[in-house]
């Protein structure tokens, strides 16, 4: 009778022992046995854990009102059930009694209050491409979080409890400049935490069209077309050509050109620029003046065309001196040259090119001479 006695005291002294601290937690004890929890309240911090040991009889513990927000319990403890442990998240009362007991006194509560609330979020920032996308960062806390994204582009999970993820979505960046989202997240009793999602700027692009254009004697203007993402700048290699100096995305390029009044075919070569990105040539061809001697409008022959190797050039202007050839793509990108030529005919080697639609110019200025030329293998 003595030991049974003195097991029992022992049993009754362990009650609300706790256990050393893991993790910044404490493990709390609660002995159930007939009719009793021992102890029949405590005092806990957020984070913290009540475990229920059973001793004698067959109750169980269920959460009579708990704070908003907390998750209730309801479990046996019975000689086959003998433990139950509840992680404590939220701060308040909890109270809680043994459902066939609970008439005959069998309750007991316990109160949670909040130990000081910790956030950590990360990592500090995140790079993405220009592309539409989602990231993540990790949250670490012990509190209710919210996170909040500071422009329209970018999007999260606005809140959380405890430990997490907040997810981010972000659209496409179709600027050549890059751009920053900060994403401030926050906890009642913790320091703001702000991290970043940096996205890069898209790919500058340039397409100006038509890449030739011929117009009359008479002083005009024409018109080409700028697409692209990006600041542009415009010039022309005559200045009987004028143009539009500069854009920014879409536009157009207007030149303006005056009268010819001399006897031979003129060509202005008018080149479009965006940083990082090779340089793009369009050309403006002006027919002669009428009824003037057509001293220097001698055009030239190309063959074969198409051509897969080696391309042909019969020119009267070649046989008597040398001259220069430059090869353009259809975006007006120069390919080849400048190719020095001479004599009558001239050959170039066009085996390396691309199959595709090229023009070829004659000429070392605006009085140049184009035609179009079709590369095969």
């Not at 993790?23 to 911090?45: D, E, H, I, K, R």
């Not at 050549?176 to 692009?205: F, K, L, M, N």
């Not at 117009?215 to 600041?231: E, F, K, L, R, T």
């Not at 975006?331 to 009558?344: A, L, Q, Y």
């Amino acid at each position: 009778m003595k030991t049974k006695i003195y097991l029992f005291s022992v049993l009754i002294l362990m009650a609300g022992i706790f256990t050393a601290q893991k993790a910044n937690a404490t493990l709390y004890q609660v002995m159930v046995g007939n009719f009793f929890f021992n102890p029949s309240s405590l005092n806990v911090n957020v984070g913290d854990t009540v475990k229920w040991v059973w001793s004698s009889g067959s109750h169980t513990t269920t959460s009579s009102s708990i704070p908003g927000g907390a998750a209730a319990w309801d479990q046996l403890i019975t000689s086959s059930n003998t433990t139950f442990s509840y992680k404590v998240t939220v701060a308040g009362t909890y109270n809680y009694v043994c459902t066939p007991h609970a008439a005959m006194g069998m309750i007991a509560s316990f109160t949670a209050s909040d130990a000081g609330s910790t956030l950590s979020v990360t990592p500090g920032n995140r790079d993405v491409t220009a592309s539409a996308g989602s990231t993540s960062f990790t949250v670490s806390s012990n509190a209710s979080w919210n996170a909040n994204c500071n422009v329209l582009w970018c999007t999260c999970t606005p809140s959380g409890t405890g430990n997490g993820t907040i997810n981010i979505t972000y659209s496409a960046n179709t600027s050549i400049i890059q751009r920053i989202s900060s994403i401030t997240v926050t906890a009642s009793g913790a320091p703001d935490q702000i991290v970043t999602v940096t996205q890069a700027g898209a790919t500058p692009t340039l397409i100006v069209l038509p890449p030739s254009q011929n117009v009359g004697q008479a002083a005009g203007s024409a018109n080409y077309s700028v697409s692209s993402n990006s600041g542009w700048s415009c010039t022309s290699d005559q200045t009987w050509c004028t143009v539009t100096p500069s854009g920014t995305g879409n536009g157009n390029i207007t030149a303006n050109y005056t009268a010819n009044t001399t006897g031979s075919q003129r060509t202005a070569m008018i080149t479009v620029s965006v940083s990082g990105l090779p340089d793009q040539m369009v050309d403006l061809i002006q027919d002669a003046a009428l009824g003037v001697a057509n001293q220097a409008a001698e055009t030239f022959t190309i063959y074969p065309n198409p051509v897969k190797s080696k391309l042909t050039i019969v020119s009267e202007s070649l046989a008597t001196s040398a001259d220069e050839a430059n090869i353009y793509n259809m975006n007006s990108i120069r390919v080849m040259g400048p190719i020095r030529i001479s004599g009558s005919p001239a050959v170039i080697d066009l085996g390396d090119l691309p199959e595709g639609l090229y023009f070829i110019r004659i000429g070392k200025d605006g009085n140049g001479k184009v035609q179009k030329f079709v590369k095969t293998f």
